[in-house]
């Protein structure tokens, strides 16, 4: 049982063919620079393959005849792929699980387009392009949002006219939705229980914690689009609504232009000039003082949230790093839970200094909270939910 699992950008094509059985990964690759000039495939394990690609329906051509391929693939006949699984950013309230795809289905997805104008035209584009060259494979969609969906009416609803929510959808969705799942069920394997209250801190270039509690999500830092909540990569997160007026005043910029300042020049890269973490932790070790400013604030806006979310559950029994900031970086998760002794974390600061990228606790044997790193696996929640749905 092989489950391929997709996530297509508008002009990317990222897939991994996962074994069912093992629930290992088999292969992996990147389709790139779709419907342009030297669009190429970088497959794992092999040299980049460049092959023309006007449409995802040729990437996923390409995709299929490297994973048949006698010297670098990995299948002798497409029949071994039972199902696709497409990675699909949002889906409004129009689904609250994971779906096998129709005809209905694309379109209700692409009714939501407007919510994520630059993810779910791209993610239907990867659907139809699996669909034209196999037709009789089942596929399915599974949402970044719908983890969230258990959200309570009084965390996702902003305070506006009722009417903008009734009419125009205008709530709190939540996003890394496969990776906070993922994690959440990870978490209650390693406490062996299931009723915890549980915070989830994915920190990647896109960033947002979730509180998690008996598997449930009850609130997330993300919103109607994944600008809200922590600072970020590129992203603002939380900034006073009425800064998107004054700035467009000042600058002399439209709405559009405002948000995209907001998405895409601001965060880390706003503060310090760079926007990967290692970079911006390599300036600060150098005595840039942006580059300190810019880790602090990131840092206090985590440890700012935890504290909300404890008092949201009413308490905390658990909580996770993940992702590449979460997983990889000791510093994050040093100024954050040498910060929590008062809610019972009792960190174990020597141990977070040597692990990296592998499930490690992070506390010390009797403390009363425990703190984890649990490297996500968002594919491997595709492929699961996809094999879930077609058996
Ligand atoms: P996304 O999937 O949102 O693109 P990732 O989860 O891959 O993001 O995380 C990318 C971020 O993780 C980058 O900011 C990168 O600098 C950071 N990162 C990766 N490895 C390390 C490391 N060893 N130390 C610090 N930051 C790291």
Known sequence: MKILVVNAGSSSLKYQLIDMTSEKMIAKGN??????????????????????????????????????????????????????????????ETFTESVKITPKVIDQIAENNDMAPLHNPANILGIKACLAVMPKTPMVAVFDTAFHSTMPQKAYMYALPYEVYTQHKVRKYGFHGTSHMFVASEAAKLMGREDLKLVICHLG?????????????????????????????????DVDPAVVEYLGNKLNMNVSEVT??????????????????????????????????????????????????????????????????????YRVRDFVLSGLSFLGVDFDREKNYKVRRVVAELTKPNSKVKAFIIPTNEELVIARETNRLVK
């Open 260 to 329: 995209n300042y907001l998405n895409k020049k601001s965060g880390m890269l706003g503060i310090s000039g760079l926007n990967d973490f290692r970079d911006v932790c390599d300036a600060m070790d150098k005595g840039d003082e942006r580059a300190k400013l810019a880790i602090d604030m990131f840092c206090y806006r985590v440890i700012k949230y935890i504290g909300a979310y404890a008092a949201a559950m009413n308490g905390i029994d658990c909580i996770a790093f993940t992702a590449g900031i979460g997983e990889n970086t």
């Open 205 to 237: 270039n896109g960033a947002s914690i979730s509180a998690v509690n008996a598997g449930k999500c009850i609130d997330t830092t993300m919103g109607l689009t994944p600008l809200q909540g922590l600072m970020m990569g590129t992203r603002s997160g």
């Open 31 to 92: 389709c790139e620079r779709i419907g342009e000039s030297g669009s190429l495939l970088e497959h794992s394990g092999g040299d980049d393959i460049f092959a023309p690609m006007p449409t995802h329906t040729e990437a996923v051509k390409v995709v299929l005849d490297t994973l048949l391929d006698k010297k670098i693939g990995v299948i002798k006949s497409l029949k071994e792929i039972c199902a696709v699984g497409h990675r699909v950013v949002h889906s409004g």
